[in-house]
């Protein structure tokens, strides 16, 4: 009996230690799911000690912790090799529960692998393990876990009503895991943003990052991650981009791969229009996710590549991708993807006019399988695209018949959709040759956009959205040019343009703070002899951050500074009776831009006139060449380099009067407002023209500039540091301007410059330019503290009456779809500012002397901007090749 007892005694501990076993390798899950980096030594450990000493349960689990370990590094090979000899563990054992839970977590990884049928298979042998399981090493919360690995099945093959469902019915199960309540919140977030839904989606992610918040650094990543890619989505995008580089640094500390990641932060880049930047982040993630094999994620990264290479204009590349992708997703039986991927394909080959009839019922057939799957704002965009096609290949009653489809669906979806849905109504109205309802359609759309953009927080964001609206302003101005009337054609260009420019503007104070971990200082000086610093590699940010400002002494002058004169929210446009009286006697010429030709309404004091200016093809062949010869100009290799240059610009200035100003019929001595578009925003206008010429971005924007009351600060004149000419400059300029405060090239300070800058009348700045033609609104000054962005001057508030910008390229705003521009002109212009000269090239440093000298003289004496350049520059050495550029490429904008 004792020596009974004495075995009994030794079996109950054996017993114990079992347990404390299991238990200890199911903790080990759950943290290398949490802290792989940290829980990889621990994780080893007892598999080691579970293969020598047992028991099965033990040893399954721990195998599942280290393929955890894995997966989150990427590794899914070995992941799933692990996985797999976990499985046989648990089988041989009879271990239902475990063996239930170990396919779980297989599915996942042969899901991610791109293998979907083997990834259900598991889940269906999971399932049916957990309906035999006996051995009580199952997890309470199995049940909810397998019915994740359903839902995210459905996910991630396109099928978002059922994957909602399910994610709602886990949401609701009281047995869920901690772990299981995180990725139902996630996911079902990702399930609502992608239907709209952003306040249900938010609050959804909210809860995924508070439960997370306690389950280890890598689980409460993700689930930041995914509130940083709403945010984002929901126009927040500093706050979105802010958190995004804070989950990059917990990865970085957590040895995790950042592939997935580079997918998301693709599209924040994108919305930002960064577009280059965007390229590379999903050209990163898919490079990393095929490497690893991890070919579902692999395809959604291509998905996007092929999407941002379109939206850049390289249909080519658009294509290639597409058709890889269609592949690929028809291997891994992911219709919905596959289905994308057809709609692709086909925007791409639309664009490079290669559609065939064929072409036609494959991409209705993708429009119906995302219908049927729940992707409206997908099937929406399939729709339109079977019914372009359809019209391109001349099969005008199928193409009505999809753009109906994809009108009546997009009529109870979010704003942007109803947009889309606007615009396949409109372009079924214009085949059919309907022009009032084409205008009213666009119209409407028109409108809707405008709600959508009151709601954005930023001008950047404001532009962007325009973007949704240029074919509808492109529809209704043909529409309106066949009926010829020069009122309606000018009031619907004023409607389509420089919106986001228009809009009043809270004061918004930058995000602050240190610059990122590991950014390189950057030296901000060239060795050439102009005024534009050199842009960092790759086109990144000056500060390493297009978020960040330079301290905070940005947001300390922005909280003093008064907005009362910022440009008002217009509504409407003003009348063309309004319009000539803003003129004052001079003749506006605005240039809008359809089916491939400029047009131009002419204003002049009595009457006004459409002309049709020709196609746009020569003038972007000559404005090309002009950039290159002043280029060439700016800094000569040689005497005989200059000459040739020098004739090919005059050969190209010669060219662009023909086509954009002989047509129009004004007289050499009529004072011009002109208000480009497009592109043509960089051309040399006053060198096209004899009598003094000032842009604007739109009519409206001239009228409001030109009831601008003058600031209370007088004279500023500032000196940016490392150019040769700059103090030279202000110093000469200090002598027409007597009482002018001077901020010389060591007192540049960031503060003291904006402080100046907010109430001043007049305005110089000399300072180096570095523009970013990707997104201009990052382009900088360089002060005496660092670089200045546009972005921050603009959410700064600061806007002197008038301002000269004596730097390179500080006039080349970029144009984006929908008739807007972004950069240091408009910036300016849209917190108030009436009158900006600024350059559109690179300015010769020591030669812009006289120039600015001559332009000052006439400002003291009362002229405005456009008349004291257009004296200045008649007195230019045209001779020489830096005054030549200087002569051509600076212009001047607003009445002031």
Do not use: K
Not at 457 to 482: D, I, K, N, V
Request: net charge neutral.
């Amino acid at each position: 009996m004792a020596s009974h007892g004495r075995l009994g005694a030794r079996s109950s501990t054996d017993q114990e230690d079992v347990a404390a076993r299991v238990i200890h390798a199911r903790r080990l899950v759950d943290l290398a799911t949490s802290d792989p980096q940290d829980a990889e030594p621990a994780v080893r450990a007892a598999v080691d000690r579970a293969q020598r000493e047992g028991p099965p349960a033990a040893l399954a689990l721990a195998l599942r912790a280290l393929a955890a370990v894995h997966r989150a590094r990427l590794e899914h090979v070995e992941a799933e090799r692990l996985l797999d000899r976990a499985v046989v563990v648990a089988r041989r054992a009879e271990l239902a529960g475990v063996e239930a839970e170990v396919r779980g977590a297989r599915a996942a990884v042969r899901l991610e692998r791109g293998r979907v049928s083997a990834a259900r298979n598991d889940v269906s042998l999971a399932l049916r393990a957990l309906g035999r399981a006996q051995d009580g090493a199952a997890s309470p919360g199995l049940a909810a876990y397998l019915e994740l690995q359903l839902a995210v099945l459905d996910h991630n093959v396109g099928h978002l009503r059922a994957a909602e469902d399910r994610y709602r019915r886990i949401a609701a199960d009281p047995h869920r895991s901690p772990d299981v309540a995180v990725r139902v919140a996630n996911n079902l977030a990702l399930v609502l943003a992608a239907r709209g839904a952003y306040a249900e989606a938010l609050a959804s992610s909210a809860e995924a990052v508070r439960v997370a918040a306690g389950l280890g650094q890598v689980t409460s990543a993700v689930a930041r991650q995914t509130r940083a890619w709403i945010t984002v989505h929901d126009g927040r995008l500093t706050e979105g981009m802010a958190e995004f580089e804070e989950v990059a640094r917990t990865y970085a500390r957590a040895g995790v791969p950042l592939g997935e990641y580079h997918v998301e932060l693709a599209d924040a880049m994108a919305d930002l229009r960064l577009l280059p930047e965007a390229v590379r982040a999903a050209q990163s993630a898919v490079d990393e996710l095929t490497r690893a094999g991890v070919w579902l994620m692999a395809v959604e990264a291509q998905v996007r590549l092929a999407r941002l290479h379109l939206e850049s204009g390289d249909a080519e590349r658009a294509h290639a991708l597409a058709t890889e992708v269609a592949r690929r997703s028809g291997t891994q039986h992911r219709a919905a993807w596959r289905h994308r991927a057809r709609v692709l394909d086909v925007q791409a080959r639309l664009a490079l006019d290669r559609v065939v009839a064929a072409d036609v019922p494959a991409v209705r057939r993708a429009a119906a399988g995302l219908e049927r799957a729940g992707d409206l704002t997908a099937a929406v965009e399939a729709y339109l695209v079977t019914g372009r096609a359809a019209l391109a290949t001349g099969r005008p009653a199928a193409g009505r018949d999809a753009l109906g489809t994809a009108g009546r669906l997009a009529e109870h979806g979010p704003l942007l959709l109803r947009i889309r849905g606007r615009l396949a109504r409109a372009t079924a109205a214009r085949a059919a040759g309907d022009g009032p309802r084409t205008v009213r359609e666009a119209r409407a759309g028109l409108r809707d956009l405008a709600a959508h953009r009151g709601t954005l927080p930023t001008m950047e964001l404001r532009a962007l959205a325009s973007g949704h609206g240029a074919e509808l302003g492109q529809m209704g101005l043909a529409a309106l040019l066949r009926e010829g009337s020069p009122a309606r054609v000018l009031r619907w260009m004023e409607q389509t343009r420089a919106a986001a420019l228009l809009a009043r503007l809270p004061v918004e104070p930058p995000v602050d703070g240190p610059a990122p971990e590991g950014a390189e200082p950057w030296h901000p000086f060239p060795s050439g002899p102009t005024r534009t610093a050199a842009a960092p590699p790759d086109g990144a940010p000056v500060d390493g951050d297009p978020e960040r400002g330079t301290g905070s002494v940005v947001a300390d002058v922005a909280v003093d500074v008064a907005v009362d004169d910022v440009v008002g929210d217009w509504r409407e446009p003003p009348t063309l009776s309004a319009v000539r009286t803003a003129l004052d006697g001079r003749v506006l010429v605005e240039v809008g831009r359809c089916d491939g030709r400029y047009v131009a309404v002419v204003v002049a004091r009595r009457g006004a006139r459409v002309v049709d200016l020709g196609p746009v093809g020569p003038v972007a062949e000559a404005q090309r060449a002009l950039v290159f010869a002043l280029r060439r100009l700016a800094d000569p290799r040689s005497p005989a380099s200059a000459a040739a240059a020098r004739a090919n610009a005059e050969l190209r200035l010669r060219t662009l009067r023909e086509r954009l100003l002989d047509p129009l019929g004004v007289a050499g001595h009529d004072e011009l407002v002109v208000v480009p578009v497009g592109p043509l925003h960089g051309v040399p206008w006053a060198a096209l023209h004899d009598g003094p010429v000032a842009l604007s971005p739109a009519a409206t924007a001239w009228v409001a500039s030109a009831a601008r009351r003058g600031g209370t600060g007088g004279t500023v004149l500032v000196a940016g540091p490392g150019l040769a000419a700059a103090q030279e400059e202000v110093d000469a300029l200090a002598l027409v301007h007597p009482r002018a405060q001077v901020l010389g090239a060591g007192r540049s300070r960031t503060a003291d410059v904006l402080r100046s800058l907010a109430t001043a009348d007049l305005a110089h700045l000399a300072c180096h330019g570095v523009p970013r033609a990707d997104n201009p609104m990052f382009s900088s000054l360089v002060l005496a503290d660092g670089p200045v962005t546009v972005q921050q001057l603009h959410r700064a508030g600061v806007a002197p009456r008038r301002l000269v910008l004596a730097s390179c390229h500080s006039g080349a705003d970029v144009a984006y779809a929908g008739d807007e521009v972004l950069g240091f002109v408009s910036a300016m212009l849209a917190r108030g500012t009436a009158g900006v000269v600024a350059s559109i090239a690179a300015v010769p440093d020591v030669e812009v002397v006289d120039l600015m000298r001559g332009l000052h003289r006439g400002l003291a004496a009362g002229e405005t901007m456009a008349r004291a350049l257009h004296a200045a520059r008649a007195d230019v050495d045209r001779a020489a090749p830096a005054g030549f550029v200087n002569w051509c490429t600076f212009g001047a904008h607003g009445a002031a």
